[in-house]
């Protein structure tokens, strides 16, 4: 097996002029393509469709906690800040509505195998608050008690001591991921994030103790006045952590679009040039420590699942970012979560004071979706395979599909070219496969295929690549 510095090569100039704006493809469509003509009463006919599939599928739950207790100025998720617990019981009694109204439309010997707490800032909520929401996930879900299911929850340090972990592990958690950013006195200053090292490491020592079975990280580079070197000295402290799993993102500073970014001062912020060698300090640093480079972003050991599953060929990409569990239906639960059941994507309302009078009715919460045509199901899978596999095999989809692959994407094999010239892709009549140098422009090689954006053109409404 090839080590991970043989199967990611950093090229700055390909990156260069690779990096532009295009979707991270947690789902395909993506949510850009979501229409507000797709409702509840559609949601149920497609749940319907999955229940009546003649192995249908386990379940996954994502649950959206939207509070804070404080502004970190780089944000840009759905969120509200607020000092005063008491905030979160109406939010919790809408909650615990939906789960009810979600469970009633899903056969109920599905297992749940999954489960995610988002946010925000899920360790928000008291000690008795998260008891509470585990005992309604469980009384109105079939959730089994075995060692194969994955419960996990993004924790913020500063809201937690060790004695709260052992009450995450009592509920039944067996994963967590911290948020970090930079442990660098300066950038947290400015960003208003103050968590020290020692008080992280302290939780990450506890989990372990409880059998957590992984442990994540996650650190943003191109805030203010991080430099090359402040950042590889926060990656070494993160590094003798030792953490199964690091999410490494580029800050995107949007201040007209999160009000929170505009407390930056962008003369604050390192150049382009500088986030450039920041990131491939970060990869070399990484790699040579012992982590594979998974994909956009993702960084994990070799020995944990992400890798194995990749290696066997069982990732995928969703909106939780990369997971060991294929052939899931996800249902989003709280406000703006977004749900994957059999062809359909659906959203809740994205308003906290909207997802709770549509629940004081009785209603789902669905504000907007979208259902795959089999032209979506065809290039989603393509796009999968390219995100998650690296590799595209020609045959195997003509035979799935019913098509002839060269014929059927000439237009798009004939842009491939152009990538295959400057390295980033080998083409040949039997396949398309991603170079080490390609690894870090996944989105690039994807868009290639998304017919969405062959459509209108726009781009502006995501991210760079790096």
């Keep these: ?53 003649l192995i249908p599928r386990p379940l996954s739950l994502y649950v959206h906690i939207p509070f804070c207790h404080e502004l970190c100025y780089y944000c840009g998720c759905n969120k509200k800040v607020s000092q005063h617990p008491e905030q979160a019981v109406p939010y919790l009694r809408a909650l615990y509505r939906e789960i009810e109204l979600q469970a009633a439309l899903f056969d109920h010997d599905r297992d749940v195998v999954q489960l995610h707490f988002g946010g925000g800032t899920p360790t928000y909520l008291s000690d008795a608050q ?13 959730i089994p008690q075995s060692g194969r299911h994955e419960w996990s929850i993004e924790i913020d340090p500063r809201t937690m001591d060790e004695n709260r972990i052992d009450l995450l592990a009592e509920l039944g958690f067996n994963r967590i991921s911290l948020g970090i950013q930079d442990f660098n006195p300066i950038v947290q200053r400015v960003v208003n994030r103050i968590q020290s090292p020692e008080q992280t490491e302290a939780l990450i020592v506890r989990a372990r103790q409880q059998g957590f079975r992984s442990i994540s990280v996650d650190l943003i580079y191109g805030l203010p006045h991080q430099t090359v070197n402040s950042f590889k000295q926060t990656l070494d402290t993160v590094i003798a952590m030792r953490p199964d799993r690091l999410s490494i993102y580029s800050y ?4 007209e ?12 912020l390192p150049s382009a040039e500088t986030k450039l060698k920041m990131f491939a300090a970060t990869i070399q640093q990484l790699t040579t420590a012992g982590y594979r480079y998974i994909g956009m972003d993702h960084f994990a050991l070799e020995s944990d699942e992400l890798c194995v599953a990749q290696d066997e060929g069982t990732l995928q990409r969703n909106f939780q970012g ?7 239906d996800l249902i989003g639960l709280g406000v703006s979560s977004i749900g994957q059941v059999g062809d359909c994507y659906s959203q809740n309302q994205k308003i906290i004071a909207d997802y709770q009078a549509e629940l004081e009715n009785d209603q789902l919460p669905i504000t907007r979706g979208l259902v795959m045509n089999d032209e979506d199901r065809l ?3 393509i796009i999968q395979q390219i995100m998650c596999q690296d590799r595209v095999n020609f045959n ?12 059927y994407f000439s237009v798009e094999l004939e842009l491939l070219e152009v990538q295959a010239a400057d390295g980033l892709v080998v083409l040949t009549e039997d396949y398309l496969e991603v170079t080490p140098q390609g690894r870090l422009l996944l989105r690039s090689i994807a868009m290639i295929f998304d ?14 690549m790096i």
Excluded: W
Aim: proline content about 3%; glycine content about 4%; aromatic content about 14%.
């Design 322 to 328: 990369y997971s060991t569990m294929a052939r899931c």
């Design 1 to 53: 097996m090839k080590t991970a510095l043989e199967t990611t090569h950093f090229d700055a100039g390909l990156i260069r002029k690779y990096n532009k704006q295009g979707p991270r493809y947690t789902s395909y469509p993506t949510a850009v393509q979501f229409s507000d003509s797709f409702n509840a009463a559609v949601y149920r006919q497609q749940v319907q469709f999955s229940n009546e599939e």
């Design 252 to 255: 995107a500073h949007l201040p």
């Design 396 to 407: 195997a989809f003509s035979n799935k599909f019913h098509i002839n692959f060269r014929q």
């Design 451 to 464: 017919q969405y954006l062959k459509q209108t053109g726009n781009k502006a409404r995501f991210s760079k």
């Design 379 to 381: 290039r989603r899978t």
């Design 130 to 142: 998260l008891a509470g929401l585990m005992a309604q996930l469980r009384e109105y879900f079939n």
């Design 257 to 268: 679009l999160f009000r929170a970014q505009r407390l930056i001062k962008e003369e604050s």
